[in-house]
């Protein structure tokens, strides 16, 4: 059931980009005229200084209309040997995410400040191995333990921010947000008399916490380098 969830929401994901073709090519016959930006390729940066789930992100945004944005985004998440959570044994996943921008002002090929508002819908996949002490046998000992935990996230997000030039064609893309995040969240299974006590980090993947399905609060922050033409 999970496995269908996740083949839909991706392909739900790649539906979305196609159905803005039709409104990009109206747009792109006054774009020459009106000196507006047509596409931008993007690197993110605040995504590789996660340190808990780092990650490395590539987006392009394409014109639908005056001022109106439309931008996909994929992102590979893997371990960077960060010092938390310390029990970590493994981390991959990885994020899909479109956004619908609006500026304030047209954006130009020109050097200009910008500010804009954001509508953002992401989908992400953990797979992640953690080493976490249980106590046995009624607590008679402990057992250090590697324990697995799978995890879908949908978010629904709001941001403000401002796209500043640095160049002619470069731009740097500042921004943050907030928004509502569902998770569905699956552990591998321990032996019946397993007792959790700690992986290290108190607040981070305790085995079954938040298990199944629980709202979270997601704050998204954008710093990313811009190619525009």
Request: aromatic fraction near 14%; hydrophobic fraction near 40%; charged fraction near 20%.
């Amino acid at each position: 059931m999970q496995q269908h969830l996740r083949i839909l929401l991706i392909i739900a994901f790649f539906l979305t980009g196609y159905s803005t073709l039709s409104a990009q090519d109206e747009s792109s016959a006054t774009d020459s005229l009106s000196g507006e930006i047509r596409g931008i390729i993007r690197h993110s940066f605040i995504h590789w200084m996660d340190p808990i789930v780092p990650s490395a992100l590539v987006g392009i945004d394409y014109r639908i209309g005056d001022r109106k944005y439309l931008r996909h985004e994929l992102a590979y998440i893997f371990d960077l040997g960060y010092e938390e959570p310390q029990a970590l044994t493994s981390l991959s996943g990885f994020r899909l995410r479109t956004a619908y921008r609006k500026y304030h002002q047209a954006p130009q090929l020109s050097r200009r400040l910008i500010g804009y508002l954001e509508f953002s819908a992401d989908y992400r996949y953990l797979d992640v191995g953690i080493d976490g002490d249980f106590r046995r046998d009624s607590g008679n000992f402990r057992q250090r333990i590697n324990y697995h935990l799978w995890q879908h996230s949908v978010s629904l997000n709001l941001l403000a921010g401002m796209t500043v030039p640095i160049g002619a064609k470069w731009r740097a893309d500042f921004g943050v947000g907030g928004g509502v995040r569902l998770n569905h969240r699956r552990y591998s299974e321990v032996p019946d008399d397993a007792l959790f006590i700690t992986n290290g980090v108190w607040y981070l993947w305790n085995y079954d916490s938040r298990a199944d399905y629980s709202f979270a609060i997601s704050m998204p922050i954008i710093l990313a380098l811009c190619y525009q033409w």
